[in-house]
């Protein structure tokens, strides 16, 4: 079974300023695909991005950037030049490779933007 | 992106009464789809796997008799709680994946607040 964990319950961060989200993961599996997800006060679940696992190189779309450390089993999520409207819970998510698998969720972090 | 919908967005109900959620997937097939619970400030829980054309799969604590899920065709799953309790207040969630592609991203749908009073 995987397990994700995320340390940070709760982040504040300025506006325009880069912030960084924690996230580690246990597997056995050797072929998956890591996310995040943002929860806006809305409360619907948007992608924010994805990894593949095969892939070395990290993922990015636009100010959204990660640090996926296979070995480490870390995957942690960049947020560059802060907005309001990036106020949200995030979550990480870990899929194990394979159609029908269902997603390993983190218990998230708040993330708090400030003007 | 690919589209779920879910409906109701909010329903309260009497206690002993059923509800009936719908999960949509407006411009994909889903064979598989997801219903999950989530408490204020918690993450998401899994309850059950809803598969089209057959039983859904239960996670373990989740009683199948309480929440009934039914994948009757590919673009529709239902759950339905059954005899409601306040204790089963909460926001419940659907998501499913498209098929087509790499078949990773779940789309979720809106969410569905439910308050059994």
């Known amino acids: 079974a995987q397990t994700v964990t995320q340390s940070q319950p709760e982040m504040s961060v300025q506006e325009a300023e880069t912030v960084t989200l924690s996230c580690t993961y246990d597997?056995?599996?050797?072929?998956?695909?890591l996310f995040w997800y943002k929860q806006p006060p809305s409360r619907q679940m948007i992608l924010v991005i994805r990894?593949?696992?095969?892939?070395?190189q990290n993922a990015t779309e636009n100010r959204f950037s990660v640090n996926f450390q296979k070995a480490a089993k870390s995957f942690s999520l960049k947020i560059s030049d802060s907005q309001l409207g990036d106020t949200a819970m995030y979550f990480c998510a870990f899929l194990k490779a394979g159609g029908g698998n269902k997603l390993t969720f983190g218990t998230g972090t708040q993330l708090k933007v400030e003007l | 992106g690919a589209v779920v919908s879910q409906h109701p967005s909010r329903v309260i109900c009497k206690s002993g009464t059923s509800v009936k959620i719908e999960c949509r997937s407006l411009d994909f097939q889903a064979t598989t789809m997801f219903w999950y619970r989530q408490f204020p400030k918690q993450s998401l829980m899994l309850m059950a796997t809803?598969?089209?054309?057959?039983?859904?799969?239960?996670e373990q604590g989740v009683e199948k008799d309480k929440f009934l899920i039914n994948h009757a065709s590919l673009t529709l799953s239902t759950l339905t709680v059954t005899s409601a309790h306040p204790e089963d207040s909460s926001f419940y969630i659907c998501s499913a994946r498209d098929p087509r592609g790499l078949n990773t991203e779940a789309f979720f749908g809106q969410g569905t607040r439910l308050t059994v009073v």
């Open positions: 597997t056995s599996e050797n072929n998956y695909y």
């Open positions: 809803s598969n089209e054309g057959s039983k859904a799969t239960y």
């Open positions: 990894q593949e696992a095969y892939k070395q």
